[in-house]
């Protein structure tokens, strides 16, 4: 059995009210906070994308410090992040413009984390080099264990204005990708900024809750974004069958 805790959007760097960023930070450290001072061990801590709110290196510099933990820590860009300042300043690699796509092997489980990010747009979506990634992968190595799929943008309606029209498109071509591997268990994704569960290509979709601020519905009322709620994230357990459950937590302030 594995444990996964699961957030995103953490928008290192974004002010608010003039502070600098500081809320920002704030914010994903009492998230780290909270995970490192478990008790228990977590088999990885997932952050799907929009780690910096800018794509700046000095964002990444500070993504770097944040995200440190005694926890294996994976990630994934999202459409605030700047590919080749994520890879330089995260990764230690050359800077480069093409999709970070990376292949994490967990004890029990594959996990693949995928960049659904369009450079200077929005919205999403997997291209085709990143699709026939996911394909090869999937097919290869360890095809008896569970794989989790992990994106930044959902592909699929969450019924949030405020989300719906930047999701992922092209989303067809992924489920006929998923179609063909029965061992994967479960998508992840971001971007909305609410935590939600539904589905995709007979999937499960776990929509991980945004740290920074928290998309609302229409029948909340408002303007669609709320500031005020608490910054929340997930754990998701998956079984030896790969099957998966999911607990969302909001964070207690210190």
Known sequence: MLTIAHFSDI?????????????ARRRAEQVMAYLDALPGRLDAVLV???LADHGLPAEYAQV?????SRHRVLICPGNHDSR???REGLLGEAPAD???????????ADVLMLDSSIPGRS???????????LDAELSGGRTDLPALVAFHHPPVVLHAPTVDGIRQFGEARLAAVLRRHPRVAALLCGH?????????????????????????????GGRGIDFTHPPMFAFHVLAGDGGLTTHYRAVPRG
Do not use: I, M
Not at 64 to 68: F, G, H, M, N, R
């Open 84 to 86: 080749a300042a994520y």
């Open 123 to 133: 919205d999403g979506l997997l291209d085709d080099g990143t699709l026939a990634w």
């Open 192 to 220: 909305s900024h609410t935590a939600a569960a539904t589905t995709f290509a007979g999937l499960p979709l776990l929509v991980a809750p945004g740290v920074v601020s928290t998309v609302t519905l229409p029948c909340e």
């Open 48 to 50: 799907t994308g929009d």
């Open 11 to 23: 928008h290192l760097g974004q002010e608010h009210h003039g502070d600098g960023g500081k809320r």
């Open 64 to 68: 770097a410090e944040v995200l440190a």
């Open 98 to 108: 093409g999709p970070v796509n990376r292949l994490h092997r967990l004890p029990g």
